[in-house]
């Protein structure tokens, strides 16, 4: 049997992504899941403090609205229940698959037909795959020297072993990002004491995250407009945050002038404060979020170390100038391994053409969500879809709706493939390159949105609306269109 549709990955896009498939009538999909359960990336972030740092009514999707959020500012826990409501809400459970690991896929161009190829599993077909596995799905030990010396615990912020007891332990904690200032004041609290390995300081500003009160719930509950206005508030007051972070502008001083204020407010000590106020323009790395970060930081038992880690040794990290800090744990905080190159696992495409090598130089794709060559398949939080400034849910919930948009006319209209053209392609990929040349993100800093030699194969060069009126029409004319028979046609019509 031939599915219509295999969905690989079951955190937010899979999930969405069944979800609007249902909605269109088609049902013979299947998701494919190589974990035990759904969520994703808010699956495997449960370290302590784990939390979003969008609001909660903004990080949720349009079409699957939560009126009963009980923060501003959810934890993960609450998002996780919320994955799980829209599985059991929509009917999604008869298509999961658990403990399906994806090894690879291959197109059929003579069927209009992918394999899905398995780890210990027998293959699958299915006539359009979306890959929705996303881009911080892995995550690694950072490859720093004598890390396999060091005999106490490694623990990942992305892999948390909840069986540690931090009480009274000596504790380091490296990396400074979304992750670390949201683990530290949690360790702060038990810890005997905790040390901070920073390599950039990053802008901070304060974060309110007040909680929702019954009866305002029960209000959002009963009048459905209000959670819908709060969403539309939050949601173009975040898009007029792109004016100081997409680009460099005034605004972005202003962005530096309030992150500084908050830093003098909150950091009495002036060298204390020089060490955490960046070099970079806000924007260039990711805001950081949060109020507790430096409090903790000013901790008895914290303290903050910014000499460079030399290596690793079995009791704990050495720093550049020579000091050997023990410690019993060591938490890496330093995020996902981020694929800006390269593909999660082989995509062979048309002619055996491999996406791992097309993409080994920087990834690229046609508005992010499908690449010439590779007829029927389709990506969330493709290449150059990252949000700076807004939701990454609005980013996906128009990229879910193209794509399910242009799996159901190859379905109504019996295609056998729909192929995004190259020159199509082309274009799109030269404009969006030549767009990030004035953006924060090209300004000159060391991110994870850049690889290596400096491309940026990451972000959305813009404000949000744009990304998502992108994304409103399938425009035909740059697809080629294969039909059921033998002949390839064109379709003029958008």
């Known amino acids: 049997m031939t599915l219509s549709v295999a969905i690989i990955g079951a955190g937010f896009a899979g999930i969405?992504?069944?979800?609007?498939?249902?909605?269109?009538?088609?049902?013979?999909?299947?998701?494919?899941?190589?974990?035990?359960?759904?969520?994703g990336t808010w699956r495997d972030n449960t370290y302590p403090g784990a939390a979003c740092d969008i609001p909660s009514h903004l990080y949720s999707y349009g079409f699957a609205p939560k009126p009963d959020w009980s923060r501003?500012?959810?934890?993960?826990?609450?998002?996780?229940?919320?994955?799980?409501?829209?599985?059991?809400?929509?009917?999604?459970?008869?298509?999961?698959?658990?403990g399906h690991t994806v090894t690879g896929i291959s197109y059929d161009a003579q069927a209009g037909?992918?394999?899905?190829?398995?780890?210990?599993?027998?293959?699958?077909?299915?006539?359009?795959?979306?890959?929705?596995?996303?881009?911080?799905?892995?995550?690694?030990?950072?490859?720093?020297?004598?890390?396999d010396d060091y005999r106490g615990n490694k623990i990942h912020s992305a892999r948390w072993d909840h069986d540690y007891d931090f009480a009274g332990k000596r504790v380091a904690v490296v990396g400074t990002g979304a992750s670390g200032v949201q683990i530290i004041p949690e360790l702060v609290k038990v810890a005997e004491s905790v040390k901070v390995f920073q390599r950039t300081p990053g802008w901070v500003l304060p974060r309110v995250n007040g909680h929702t009160s019954g009866a305002v719930?029960?209000?959002?509950?009963?009048?459905?407009?209000?959670?819908?206005?709060?969403?539309?508030?939050?949601?173009?007051?975040?898009?007029?945050?792109?004016?100081?972070?997409?680009?460099?502008?005034?605004?972005?001083?202003?962005?530096?002038?309030?992150?500084?204020?908050?830093?003098?407010l909150q950091v009495a000590d002036p060298w204390l404060r020089r060490q955490l106020t960046p070099d970079f323009s806000a924007g260039c790395k990711r805001l950081l979020m949060t109020s507790d970060y430096y409090p903790a930081l000013q901790a008895d038992n914290c303290k903050l170390v910014t000499w460079p880690i030399a290596r690793m040794s079995e009791h704990g990290i050495r720093t550049v100038e020579g000091i050997e800090h023990r410690f019993d744990a060591i938490v890496f905080a330093t995020g996902f391994d981020v694929s800006k190159a390269g593909t999660p696992f082989p995509v062979t495409g048309v002619d055996g053409r491999?996406?791992?090598?097309?993409?080994?130089?920087?990834?690229?794709?046609?508005?992010?969500?499908?690449?010439?060559?590779?007829?029927?398949?389709?990506?969330?939080?493709?290449?150059?879809?990252?949000?700076?400034?807004?939701?990454?849910?609005v980013y996906m919930e128009a990229q879910i709706d193209y794509i399910v948009e242009a799996i159901s006319r190859l379905q109504n209209f019996g295609w056998r493939s729909l192929e995004v053209r190259r020159e199509a392609q082309d274009r799109f990929n030269a404009d969006i390159q030549r767009r990030l040349r004035s953006t924060t993100w090209n300004s000159g800093c060391q991110s994870w949105y850049l690889t290596d030699d400096g491309f940026n194969a990451t972000m959305f060069p813009g404000f949000a609306t744009q990304y998502v009126n992108q994304l409103k029409t399938l425009d035909l004319q740059d697809f080629r269109i294969t039909a059921a028979r033998t002949e390839t046609a064109t379709a003029t019509a958008g």
């Open 113 to 147: 037909e992918w394999t899905v190829s398995f780890a210990d599993r027998d293959p699958v077909r299915a006539r359009s795959v979306i890959v929705a596995s996303g881009p911080l799905a892995n995550a690694s030990f950072p490859d720093i020297p004598g890390i």
């Open 72 to 98: 501003t500012y959810s934890g993960s826990a609450e998002i996780l229940d919320y994955i799980d409501e829209m599985v059991d809400t929509f009917g999604i459970g008869p298509h999961l698959r658990f």
């Open 16 to 39: 969405g992504a069944a979800i609007r498939l249902r909605d269109r009538g088609i049902t013979d999909f299947e998701i494919y899941e190589r974990d035990t359960r759904v969520g």
């Open 217 to 264: 719930r029960k209000m959002f509950s009963d009048v459905p407009l209000l959670p819908k206005l709060i969403r539309s508030a939050w949601y173009w007051g975040h898009e007029s945050m792109a004016v100081g972070l997409v680009w460099d502008t005034p605004f972005t001083r202003l962005v530096e002038a309030v992150s500084a204020l908050n830093l003098r």
């Open 354 to 393: 491999d996406l791992a090598s097309e993409w080994s130089g920087g990834a690229f794709a046609y508005r992010s969500v499908a690449v010439s060559g590779y007829p029927n398949l389709y990506f969330t939080f493709g290449p150059n879809s990252g949000p700076g400034h807004n939701s990454a849910l």
